[in-house]
């Protein structure tokens, strides 16, 4: 899957699962039972044990905090690059490794900065705790031609709202893959809450294209 194979399936799924657990097993665990929820992306973060060799085995999406880690992640097989905040060397590495890249950004000077440098979406982390979607909607105002993707803190009962305010993806967290799936091995649990995640994306969407043919949408 060539570069703009790869950002189109982003948009087109539009919920990126993040997995933050304490063994590569339940890492393994969880990235395997939200590929068959329908969700073949995943944010494996460096803090799973064995991350880069977990990494080579689903040749999924990882979040970088560095240069030589985010190389390492290539080497591994990787289609692209996530972080929590923004180094441009790693957004320069993955342009010209012709591969995605979703840089963690908060301020509109850090989003800026990582658009310029070639960033194909920023993710704007942590979204909910510093004004959630009401922040997305003032940045899309703003900045039109930035495709951002709400992080941090974003749940079923929140979703809707940042995909109506203008952002181009979700990435969820524990309120996907929550601990007692993973203990228990429950993965019909994070199924059925991936199927949740993906109706309300794919609803959120269409009330948003109903409102900009000038539909009022009342709540």
């Known amino acids: 899957m060539d570069r703009e194979q790869t950002r189109a399936r982003i948009e087109e799924i539009g919920i990126i ?11 393994r665990f969880a990235a395997e039972a939200v590929y068959r929820a329908g969700l073949p992306i995943a944010e494996i973060t460096m803090t799973v044990p064995g991350a880069i060799d977990l990494i080579a085995a689903l040749v999924r999406d990882f979040p970088v ?7 390492r992640c290539l080497n591994a097989g990787a289609s692209f690059l996530t972080s929590t905040g923004l180094d441009l060397s790693v957004v320069e590495l993955a342009v010209k490794a012709n591969a ?22 920023v993710k704007v982390f942590p979204c909910a705790q510093i004004g959630g979607d009401s922040y997305i909607r003032a940045l899309k ?29 979700i990435g969820v967290g524990k309120e996907l893959i929550t601990h007692e799936a993973i203990r228990l091995r429950k993965s019909e649990w994070i199924l059925e809450l991936a199927r949740r995640f993906a109706s309300i994306v ?6 948003a294209a109903r409102g900009r043919q000038g539909v009022v949408i009342f709540k």
């Open 141 to 169: 105002a703003a900045l039109p031609q930035i495709k951002l993707i709400a992080s941090g803190g974003v749940a079923q009962q929140t979703a809707a709202h940042y995909i109506i305010a203008g952002a181009s993806a």
């Open 65 to 71: 905090l560095d240069l030589d880690t985010a190389r």
């Open 100 to 121: 995605v890249t979703l840089p963690g950004a908060l301020t509109p000077t850090e989003i800026i900065a990582a658009w310029k440098a070639g960033a194909d979406f």
């Open 202 to 207: 794919n609803n959120a969407r269409s009330q």
């Open 17 to 27: 699962p993040a997995i933050r657990l304490s063994s590569a097993e339940d890492a």
